[in-house]
């Protein structure tokens, strides 16, 4: 048995690696942009915003605990094949479809157009995924040592831009708001960065940490993880909080017309002028750069398995990256309002999936299977009612003002589940 010392070192070091892998150079656009939006609520968007991002995502990982540490366990309980569509939908959204675009949408407005003037987007998206695919076959261990120096030093810039902000606000947050609904855009921001979809696959190595430092006990597990999990959240909420204030205090200068990058941008040019802007453009680049890297290996490396060898890895890696360079010259804020719907599609299955994981022993697969569909079908028919499709209906479902009308589709569907579980019995 480690000594108590041993054990809180452990979690510590667990808790920063779990950080990191949440805190993607991506995350940083969402929350000014949220402040910004949210003017005098801007509490009420971040605290939505971050309990649809850390809080769910942590649920995730326990989840992955409760069911040996593997994403398998849990989608094979709604179907052998309905379970690899649901993964590959996950890896996808993480991958090719929305994150790994986004990298390179995100260096382009971030680095190349702040430091280097006008240049093309499609030459930096080019250059960008052609160095992510030399290092992601080359498996070079300049990655990991870039990744390692990162982290810090995005923190620290980031603490910095926050404490300026803080000590001279750029400007007095507004007495009104200009997002329609508050609490929607702050959940929606918070599906956008995806670390829920992200922690159903980066769980599993979190969850190997912790079994290959001889934590193998259940309850022991639970106790490091959740206390690995607290450290990961309270710095999270440091900076999200922080960006979130910030982009508060321009709630007066700006409308939602400006994109999230030249937000970003903007705010820390007034803070810390050009030079703070050059230097956040290039850790954010080499940010993007080190979680491009992982997401291709990551997206090939599934694919391949699932194909059982008969898609080349190298061949299926250079595909991801042509086809994310392609999708990345749609711009930030295009890649991002592409992402609302398929995310709005994806994720209420995920959450179905990873709430039901929790009580596994007390719901048979019958409940898992009509909850899933059933969240399919109501998060569906929001979207085509979106569309313009006659489908007023899902207006009058419970929790639809805050975005989670599909809950009661799921719990209907879960209990027609249970019901016909037993018949068959």
Same mark, same amino acid.
């Given at each position: 048995?480690?000594?108590?010392?041993?054990?809180?070192?452990?979690?510590?070091?667990?808790?920063?690696?779990?950080?990191?892998?949440?805190?993607?150079?991506?995350?940083?656009?969402?929350?000014?942009?949220?402040?910004?939006?949210?003017?005098?609520?801007?509490?009420?968007?971040?605290?939505?915003?971050?309990?649809?991002?850390?809080?769910?995502?942590?649920?995730?990982?326990?989840?992955?605990?409760?069911?040996? @540490?593997?994403?398998? %366990?849990?989608? %094979?309980?709604?179907?052998?094949?309905?379970?690899?569509?649901?993964?590959?939908?996950?890896?996808?959204?993480? @991958?090719?479809?929305?994150?790994?675009?986004?990298?390179?949408?995100?260096?382009?407005?971030?680095?190349?157009?702040?430091?280097?003037?006008?240049?093309?987007?499609?030459?930096?998206?080019?250059?960008?995924?052609?160095?992510?695919?030399? /290092?992601?076959?080359?498996?070079?261990?300049?990655?990991?040592?870039?990744?390692?120096?990162? %982290?810090?030093?995005?923190?620290?810039?980031?603490?910095?831009?926050?404490?300026?902000?803080?000590?001279?606000?750029?400007?007095?947050?507004?007495?009104?708001?200009?997002?329609?609904?508050?609490?929607?855009?702050?959940?929606?921001?918070?599906?956008?960065?995806?670390?829920?979809? *992200?922690?159903?696959?980066?769980?599993?190595?979190?969850?190997?940490?912790?079994?290959?430092?001889?934590?193998?006990?259940?309850?022991?597990?639970?106790?490091?993880?959740?206390?690995?999990?607290?450290?990961?959240?309270?710095?999270?909420?440091?900076?999200?909080?922080?960006?979130?204030?910030?982009?508060?205090?321009?709630?007066?200068?700006?409308?939602?017309?400006?994109?999230?990058?030249?937000?970003?941008?903007?705010? %820390? =040019?007034?803070?810390?002028?050009?030079?703070?802007?050059?230097? /956040?453009?290039?850790?954010?680049?080499?940010?993007?750069?080190?979680?491009?890297?992982?997401?291709?290996?990551?997206?090939?490396?599934?694919?391949?398995?699932?194909?059982?060898?008969?898609?080349?890895?190298?061949?299926?890696?250079?595909?991801?990256?042509?086809?994310?360079?392609?999708?990345?010259?749609?711009?930030?804020?295009?890649?991002?309002?592409?992402?609302?719907?398929?995310?709005?599609?994806?994720?209420?299955? *995920?959450?179905?999936?990873?709430?039901?994981?929790?009580?596994?022993?007390?719901?048979?697969?019958?409940?898992?299977?009509?909850?899933?569909?059933? =969240?399919?079908?109501?998060?569906?028919?929001?979207?085509?009612?979106?569309?313009?499709?006659?489908?007023?209906?899902?207006?009058?479902?419970?929790?639809?003002?805050?975005?989670?009308?599909?809950? /009661?589709?799921?719990?209907?569907?879960?209990?027609?589940?249970?019901?016909?579980?037993?018949?068959?019995?």
């Amino acid at each position: 048995m480690k000594s108590l010392k041993q054990q809180r070192i452990d979690q510590l070091v667990i808790g920063f690696a779990l950080f990191s892998m949440f805190f993607g150079a991506g995350n940083i656009i969402f929350p000014p942009y949220l402040g910004m939006g949210s003017g005098n609520l801007w509490g009420l968007g971040f605290l939505c915003y971050y309990m649809a991002d850390i809080g769910i995502a942590i649920l995730a990982i326990f989840a992955l605990i409760r069911n040996g @540490g593997e994403i398998s %366990t849990i989608t %094979t309980r709604i179907g052998k094949v309905p379970g690899e569509i649901m993964l590959s939908a996950i890896i996808l959204c993480i @991958g090719p479809f929305i994150a790994l675009p986004r990298t390179g949408a995100t260096v382009q407005e971030m680095f190349t157009e702040p430091v280097f003037g006008d240049v093309s987007l499609w030459l930096t998206s080019g250059i960008f995924f052609l160095l992510v695919l030399l /290092l992601t076959i080359r498996e070079s261990s300049v990655v990991d040592i870039i990744g390692k120096i990162l %982290t810090p030093a995005l923190v620290l810039g980031l603490l910095t831009l926050i404490v300026a902000g803080v000590i001279s606000p750029l400007g007095e947050i507004s007495d009104d708001h200009m997002m329609d609904n508050v609490v929607v855009a702050g959940i929606n921001s918070g599906y956008q960065t995806m670390d829920v979809l *992200a922690a159903m696959i980066f769980g599993i190595i979190i969850v190997k940490s912790v079994m290959d430092k001889g934590y193998t006990a259940t309850h022991v597990k639970y106790k490091v993880v959740r206390n690995a999990s607290l450290v990961a959240a309270i710095a999270l909420l440091v900076i999200y909080f922080g960006l979130t204030y910030l982009g508060a205090t321009v709630s007066g200068t700006y409308n939602l017309r400006i994109n999230r990058s030249e937000l970003l941008v903007n705010i %820390t =040019s007034g803070l810390l002028g050009h030079a703070g802007v050059i230097i /956040l453009g290039i850790i954010v680049a080499l940010a993007c750069l080190t979680t491009a890297v992982a997401l291709v290996s990551a997206s090939a490396d599934y694919f391949s398995t699932l194909s059982k060898g008969r898609l080349n890895y190298k061949l299926l890696a250079a595909a991801i990256c042509l086809f994310s360079a392609f999708v990345a010259n749609f711009g930030l804020d295009k890649i991002v309002a592409l992402a609302a719907p398929i995310l709005s599609l994806v994720y209420p299955g *995920a959450l179905t999936l990873i709430i039901l994981s929790l009580f596994r022993d007390h719901v048979s697969n019958a409940v898992f299977k009509g909850a899933f569909f059933g =969240s399919l079908l109501g998060s569906l028919l929001e979207i085509l009612y979106g569309y313009g499709l006659p489908l007023g209906f899902v207006t009058k479902m419970p929790l639809y003002s805050i975005g989670c009308g599909w809950l /009661l589709w799921a719990v209907a569907f879960g209990i027609i589940g249970a019901i016909a579980g037993r018949r068959r019995k």
